[in-house]
């Protein structure tokens, strides 16, 4: 498989190229030459199918030329290494749990999956790989322990002091190794801003080999697919193909899934799931995308006002409208009719919703016709959210283990100022 940009200004690419560049050099996004289609009868049989058997089989012809089989299977093991369980919650509405991974968010699978590329990719030469990400909280958590101690790589993370909460900053802080966090004096917008800028600097790029990890990353957006292939796995109402609810942001997952739809997985249609931030929802009325400026809200990893992932949505399309608003509507929630949710969904049915899959609960539920079912991705566990659900069902989460054993590791930060001179003189002094 061969990668182009999206705003085709750039040279084709290989897979191992379009991971190590992270974005092309005309800023578009790398995009699959042709999406592999699978064998209906081997669909029909997918229940009987392992889970690593079945990621194997769909991740091959993406990588087989960088990657050998023997290595893309170790890689798949450690990245699919925990559950995905698909629960009937009503008749018609069942959840998937994206939240088994190591730091409590879906992002785990396509950090472990880009994170283990990475090293592999590393190794065969002397340089180190750079990764370089700002987060707002639960990336750079995923990042941090997808990467942790994968060889050749090293990872920065730059998050806005006191504006993530104590769960998030404990897993970017409590590393160490091959990780290490920069605590910014400023906003999160002024740490991206800083990796922009790091991006752009040639001295910079003389000196580190550097990457992103976030969606915009082939690597990190690919191996979401697999969730869908993983829900169809246990999907009982094999009369009914289901609508999906994805809560979303940035429009990563979503993309993904709309990609595994194309590549024959048959399914009734998506529904972005949006708070307030549904700058989606004018892009599909009209065809032209207005980026806007994102508004905080309960569900915050999902406050983006220009979602990259929307142009490879498109692209997937052929940018033909018509055939994408067949597949794909959205739905928008506000903070109360969310909070609302999470209490009368513990109440009814006696189960947490974090404040994403309380998005993604109510979306669907508001788009199902008669006769439809479908299920929800449940992208983060409550526990992240402690001060949400607090207000929202007025108790609070058991704790679970991996999350205890944060408090007892010691934190290891650098504090800097939003200022890239600042972070720069960092970068390429320190011993
Ligand atoms: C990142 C994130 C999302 C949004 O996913 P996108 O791929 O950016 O659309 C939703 N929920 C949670 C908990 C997230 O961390």
Known sequence: ???????????????????????????????????????????KRLSSIRKEELAFHIMYPYVQEDISEEKLYEIIHATIAFEFPLIRLEDDIYVLELFHGPTLAFKDVGARFMSRCLGHFSNDKDTKTTVLVATSGDTGGAVANGFLNVE????????PAGKVSRVQELQLTTCGNNITALRVNGSFDDCQQIVKEA????????????????????????????????????????????SIAVPSGNLGNIAAGLLAKKSGLVTNNFIAACNINDTITDFLKTG??????????????????????????????????????????????????????IRSVYQKNNYILDPHGAVGYNALKENLKKGEKGFFLATAHPVKFPEVMEDAIGASIPVPPSIEL??????????????????????????
């Open 1 to 43: 498989m061969r990668y182009y940009s999206t705003n085709r200004q750039s040279p084709i690419v290989s897979f191992k190229d379009a991971t190590l560049k992270g974005q092309a050099p005309d800023k578009g996004l790398y995009f699959p030459e042709s999406i592999p289609k699978m064998d209906q009868e081997w669909l």
């Open 152 to 159: 050749g790589v090293e990872v920065i993370i730059l998050y």
């Open 199 to 242: 991006f752009m600097d040639q001295t910079l790029r003389d000196r580190l080999q550097l990457t992103s990890a976030n969606s915009i990353n082939i690597a990190r957006w690919l191996p979401q697919q697999l969730y869908y292939f993983l829900a169809m796995q246990q999907w009982a109402e094999k009369q009914i193909a289901p």
């Open 288 to 341: 032209v995308h207005t980026p806007k400026q994102a508004v905080m809200t309960v569900s915050n990893a999902m406050d983006v006002g220009n979602p990259s992932n929307l142009i490879r949505i498109f692209e997937m399309y052929q940018q033909d409208l018509g055939q994408l608003i067949e597949d794909l509507t959205s739905s928008v929630q506000t903070d109360e009719s969310t909070l609302k949710t």
């Open 406 to 431: 944060l408090y007892t590791l010691s934190q290891k930060v650098i504090d800097i100022d939003a200022s890239y001179m600042h972070f720069k003189e960092w970068i390429l002094y320190r011993s």
